[in-house]
Nanobody
Framework: VHLVESGGGLVQAGGSLRVSCVAS????????MGWFRQAPGKEREFVAG???????????TDYLDNVKGRFTISRDSANTVYLQMSSLKPEDTAVYSC????????????????????WGQGTQVTVSS
């Protein structure tokens, strides 16, 4: 599976931005997917995750506490995941990367980078004050 992110850029504080991640190589219907970010001089952190789709309960999602209510993760297909970011703050500035876990358990979010199987190169998001 090859992951490619897009949609990053420069935005003013308080603005919005949507980043996308497309998986190619095979249909990722059994994948959980997530977004991570890494700011200069800081460790990579989990931002948001979305589970493999369950026919009973749909998708489960989870978020880093300080993005709850501002960011929304969604999928419109097995292979595309989005992160809608609103009310952006300068501290949201980072490289945002997506990750995918194959053969994921239903309802499980893989919020540890190394638990995933595939990773993208990332897209830069810069929030100016």
């Amino acid at each position: 599976v090859h992951l490619v992110e897009s949609g990053g850029g420069l935005v003013q504080a308080g603005g919005s931005l949507r980043v996308s991640c497309v998986a190619s190589g095979r249909t990722c219907s059994d994948c959980a997917m997530g977004w991570f970010r890494q700011a200069p001089g800081k460790e990579r952190e989990f931002v948001a995750g979305i589970s493999r789709r369950s026919s009973i309960s749909g998708y489960a999602t989870d978020y880093l506490d300080n993005v709850k209510g501002r960011f929304t993760i969604s999928r419109d297909s097995a292979n595309t995941v989005y992160l809608q970011m609103s009310s952006l703050k300068p501290e949201d500035t980072a490289v945002y990367s997506c990750a995918a876990k194959e053969r994921a358990h239903y309802g499980v979010i893989y919020s540890t980078w190394t638990l995933n199987d595939w990773w993208g190169q990332g897209t830069q998001v810069t929030v100016s004050s």
